[in-house]
C-alpha cells in the first residue's frame, strides 16, 4: 500500500496564505416601508393570551414568599 504524506487540512493557516474573496462585495437592498397592520397580522399567531399586569396582580394576592432552599 501506498504511504502518503500526512495531511495538513487541520493545521492552522497564517493570514498570508488564506485568499480573501475579492469582487464588488456585499450589495445593499432597497428600504421597504411595511404596513404595521400587515406586520401585527403575520406575527399574530405566534402571540399568546397573557394575561394583564391585573390579572396577575390579584393572583398573587394570597400567595407566600418563597420559603428559599
Known amino acids: 500500500m501506498e504511504e502518503k504524506p500526512p495531511s495538513n487540512a487541520s493545521k492552522p493557516l497564517s493570514l498570508a496564505?488564506?485568499?480573501?474573496?475579492?469582487g464588488d462585495g456585499?450589495?445593499?437592498?432597497s428600504t421597504r416601508f411595511l404596513d404595521p397592520r400587515e406586520?401585527?397580522?403575520?406575527?399574530?399567531p405566534l402571540l399568546k393570551n397573557r394575561p394583564s399586569p391585573e390579572q396577575r396582580w390579584a393572583r398573587k394576592s394570597g400567595a407566600s414568599a418563597?420559603?428559599?432552599l
Open 26 to 29: 456585499p450589495k445593499s437592498h
Open 66 to 68: 418563597f420559603p428559599g
Open 39 to 44: 406586520v401585527e397580522k403575520h406575527f399574530a
Open 17 to 22: 496564505e488564506i485568499d480573501f474573496p475579492t
